[in-house]
């Protein structure tokens, strides 16, 4: 039987536990990078030209193109880029 040192093997096993985490936390950013731009992207900008107030609206459907104004109630078409 290979004879391991006690220090060597829990060290090893130290290093593993490090490595694991690092993939876990590095994959969960991954992941939540990810959804964040999914809800960026779900997020239509409007800009309101009575009051200037800037707001997001939930895109539902693509045809959507006006949505009121929180502030004054209304009706702006979206912004586009
Ligand atoms: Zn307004």
């Known amino acids: ?3 391991v040192d006690i220090e060597f093997f829990f060290a090893t096993l130290i ?3 490090v490595c694991v985490y690092l993939a876990y936390e ?3 950013s991954l992941i939540e990078n990810r959804s ?3 809800d960026n992207r779900k997020q239509t900008l409007y800009c309101c030209v009575r009051c200037g107030k800037v ?5 539902d459907r693509d045809d959507e193109k006006t949505a009121p ?3 004054c109630a209304f009706e ?3 912004l586009r880029f």
């Open 26 to 28: 590095i994959y969960w």
């Open 69 to 71: 104004c929180p502030n």
């Open 36 to 38: 964040r731009g999914d």
């Open 1 to 3: 039987m290979i004879s």
């Open 76 to 78: 702006n078409i979206r």
């Open 55 to 59: 707001y997001t609206r939930p895109r």
């Open 15 to 17: 290093a593993c536990a």
